[in-house]
């Protein structure tokens, strides 16, 4: 059999791993147009700041320990096209037929144009490559003031790594508040005073309308008309995902669309990770992802499928976990969706959990300084949407007892919950 991986990030790598598990005499073509191995996204703003090793950004080791590993044929070049009428990776040296295509080609940053914003002053975040690009500019020393567009997790993180260097940051963003698509407004409040008590300035409704220069310094126009200097503006406004390889007969929604295998609507051409939609559990639609378990799962679902051992990858509910700033803020579910509301703690006080109850099921949550139960609770969530009436299992409930969480709290939970079933 002979099988071609086109992308070599994450979901690449994991469908790398189950091919030559599952077929160890399999001829297996692995396309990147990286020279580097398949690397986390999640930790280019910490190598940018210094907290991680230039090594560290590589979870699963040099392109050399992988091969020797999981043994396969690396093709340093673009795939320009996957054809699906002849089952081929076309690139500029020419095509090549497979029995079996994976398209893991992932995502890119993406923001529109500023209006006067100069390209060397302007960063996106992403790749090691704005990795180190940012990293450079830093040291460079000339950096007082900057802007960071886009509250988001990868906004946070930059606007950590400009504040770790002592420049004077602002952060902004169209929405009101602060992690707009994960947040509860209550719980956002909460992280926006913290993140403003360690020197950094928020501005939300606003973006940047254009640039203008006064004697030499960069001032950003805002959309209310203020005007901010800045020597850089971090844009960390969206992603795009990366599906020109893709001819016409393989569907497209905003990532590739695939089924529970992995599998396009060509057969034998499958699709993992940020560039296809995933199956969100909670309203039964698909939708862009855009995380690493996620991407995980599916290029190891993709993988045994393509190798003849059957696998399903049922999907996922949004959620994001982070680390930043000394403080850790979960996000799991819908937070758009209006329900019974059950807290416990107090918010802003050591560990607080805001839960948004809705037709027995949760709907939403939020975690604030203490990532040890998140977990349990999404596992919870996952259980509750995929239709299953019991209980916490008990080494649950005594895993979230021991980690603060009252009996009182968990009962009111399961009856809430389970109560009317
Ligand atoms: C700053 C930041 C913070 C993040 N924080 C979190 C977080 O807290 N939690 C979380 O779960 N997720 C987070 N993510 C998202 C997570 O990193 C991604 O979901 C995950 O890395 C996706 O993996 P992937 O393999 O699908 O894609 P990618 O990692 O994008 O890999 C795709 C690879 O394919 C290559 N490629 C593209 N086109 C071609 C082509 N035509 N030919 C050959 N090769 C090609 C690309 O160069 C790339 O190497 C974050 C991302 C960023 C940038």
Redesign the pocket.
């Known amino acids: 059999m002979k099988y071609a991986i086109?992308?070599?990030?994450?979901?690449?790598?994991h469908a790398l791993k189950a091919i030559r598990t599952q077929d160890p005499k399999g001829e297996i073509d692995v396309?990147?147009?990286?020279s580097?191995p398949?690397?986390?996204?999640?930790l280019?703003?910490y190598y940018a700041v210094g907290k991680l090793e230039y090594e560290g950004m590589f979870p699963f080791g040099s392109l050399e320990s992988i091969q020797k590993e999981f043994p396969f044929e690396l093709h340093q070049?673009?795939?320009?096209k996957v054809h699906s009428e002849e089952h081929s990776v076309e690139?500029a040296n020419g095509q090549k037929e497979y029995d079996r295509i994976l398209i893991?080609?992932?995502?890119?940053?993406f923001a529109p144009p500023v209006k006067g914003l100069k390209p060397e002053n302007a960063y996106l975040?992403?790749?090691v490559e704005d990795a180190q690009r940012l990293k450079e500019r830093l040291q460079q020393g000339d950096v007082k003031n900057a802007i960071v567009v886009g509250a988001s997790?990868?906004g946070i993180?930059?606007v950590e790594v400009l504040q770790k260097q002592g420049i004077n940051t602002w952060l902004l963003d169209l929405a009101p508040y602060i992690f707009p698509l994960a947040a509860y407004p209550q719980v956002a409040q909460v992280i926006q005073e913290r993140v403003e008590q360690q020197g950094v300035h928020l501005k939300f409704s606003v973006t940047i309308d254009h640039m203008e220069e006064e004697d030499g310094q960069q001032i950003a126009v805002l959309t209310d008309g203020s005007r901010i200097p800045t020597d850089i503006v971090g844009l960390?406004i969206g992603?795009r995902t990366?599906t020109?390889?893709v001819d016409e007969k393989i569907a497209l929604g905003k990532g590739i669309i695939v089924d529970q295998h992995m599998q396009t609507n060509v057969p034998g051409i499958y699709a993992?990770?940020?560039?296809c939609e995933g199956n969100n559990l909670e309203n039964g639609q698909t939708q862009l992802?855009?995380?690493?378990?996620?991407?995980n799962r599916?290029?190891t679902t993709a993988g045994n499928n393509m190798a003849g051992q059957e696998m399903v990858y049922e999907g996922n509910i949004l959620?994001?976990?982070?680390r930043f700033m000394e403080m850790d803020f979960i996000g799991f579910g819908d937070n758009r969706i209006e329900g019974e509301v059950l807290e416990y703690g107090t918010l802003g006080k050591g560990m607080y959990i805001r839960l948004v109850l809705k037709d027995h099921r949760i709907a939403g949550a939020n975690i604030l300084d203490n990532c040890s139960i998140s977990g349990i609770v999404k596992n919870y969530m996952l259980r509750l949407f995929g239709g299953d009436t019991g209980k916490l299992p008990v080494y649950q409930r005594a895993a979230l007892e021991s980690a603060g969480l009252s009996s009182a709290f968990l009962d009111e939970l399961e009856g809430k919950i389970h109560g009317c079933h």
Do not use: S
């Open positions: 086109v992308g070599f990030g994450t979901a690449g790598y396309y990147t147009n990286t580097m398949p690397y986390n996204p999640m280019t703003t070049e673009e795939a320009i690139t893991a080609t992932g995502a890119r940053a975040m992403r790749t997790m990868v993180k930059v960390c992603t990366n020109q390889v993992a990770g940020d560039c992802i855009g995380l690493w378990a996620n991407a599916q290029g959620h994001n976990i982070t």
